[in-house]
């Protein structure tokens, strides 16, 4: 990855675009330009399944020998021509909503980064002939798209309303109004009924539960033979802690209060955020679950490759 990628892949640069699917665009095209090999996983020349013809199809795919066996029109379909559900799965409850206070204007939060990374992995995933699908969620579903080889507008869509509605929620946020905790574990079990075809799912969410919830809710959707990536995203200063003064820290979920001085508590809390994304990475590793740890000032170069890693491990598989 050059330097120039690098940049046009920095959220604070990226955030300057006022277009999802411009942003999306340029993301991509970025990233595949510094790429040094085909970005085309798993395509290939060979014979993968038949399926049934279907009006439009073209005839010279027809497998006249199985018809001549069965009476029935088939086509034959190639590794380079079959497609895959991707379903992106995006946490919108209110901490995913934090911007570190000590990032400057530049910054982004951490949902606007999801969207960016959403965007982005869909807008490729399309380019793939992949069918994409959207749902995002709080303490239940807020909005569904299903997989769709139609739906990257309606993904792209979605995901700027998500951003637009992220920011008229500032004022309240700033006020420090109460709300439920989210968890995973509700949205979770619903849509894994939606989930009818094996499926290339990614989480993307801050994971702000202990191991045990987040794997048992993750088992919603992984023991139905889904191939399942997680993005687990933390602001800088999430994972520093590099406050001074002392002061009031709020729950963004639940709008409680707590004083505190982070000179007595950094060295604890910097353990304790490490021990939590240990046990998660080892936990989902023991699970065969992709899972990656990003830091939200970073370019999204990292996250799109775990992305390309996992997607060709779910191609070979297949």
């Not at 590794?79 to 910054?107: C, H, I, K, Q, W």
């Not at 507008?153 to 998500?162: K, P």
């Not at 919830?213 to 800088?236: K, P, Y």
């Not at 021990?275 to 699970?287: K, P």
Request: charged share 25%; with cysteine.
């Amino acid at each position: 990855m050059t330097a120039d990628t690098a940049t046009l892949l920095d959220p604070a640069v990226l955030a300057r675009i006022g277009n999802l699917e411009l942003l999306a665009r340029t993301v991509v095209e970025g990233f595949v330009n510094g790429l040094h090999r085909s970005p085309h996983l798993g395509s290939s020349t060979d014979f993968a399944e038949h399926r049934s013809y279907m009006p439009g199809d073209d005839i010279r795919g027809i497998d006249w020998r199985l018809f001549a066996r069965s009476d029935r029109y088939y086509v034959k379909q190639f590794e380079a021509d079959t497609n895959t559900n991707f379903m992106v799965l995006l946490d919108v409850s209110p901490s995913m909503r934090y911007r570190g206070a000590t990032e400057g204007t530049g910054s982004v939060s951490k949902l606007d980064y999801a969207c960016y990374l959403a965007a982005a992995l869909a807008y490729f995933s399309s380019t793939q002939r992949d069918r994409v699908g959207l749902a995002t969620f709080d303490d239940d579903i807020v909005e569904y798209v299903p997989p769709s080889a139609k739906h990257l507008r309606l993904v792209l869509h979605a995901l700027e309303r998500t951003t637009r509605s992220a920011a008229a929620a500032a004022p309240e946020r700033a006020r420090g109004a109460p709300s439920r905790a989210s968890t995973l574990d509700a949205p979770l079990r619903k849509l894994s009924e939606s989930l009818r075809r094996r499926s290339i799912v990614l989480l993307i969410s801050d994971l702000y539960e202990e191991p045990d919830a987040v794997l048992s809710a993750l088992a919603n959707v992984r023991g139905r033979g889904n191939d399942l990536i997680v993005f687990h995203l933390l602001d800088r200063v999430e994972i520093e802690f590099p406050f001074a003064d002392a002061t009031n820290f709020v729950d963004l979920e639940t709008g409680e209060r707590m004083p505190v001085i982070p000179a007595y508590l950094r060295a604890q809390y910097r353990g304790v955020v490490a021990e939590h994304t240990a046990t998660l990475a080892r936990r989902m590793q023991e699970q065969r679950i992709d899972y990656a740890l990003f830091d939200t000032s970073k370019p999204l170069d990292k996250a799109l490759f775990a992305y390309l890693l996992a997607r060709e491990r779910f191609s070979t598989a297949r």
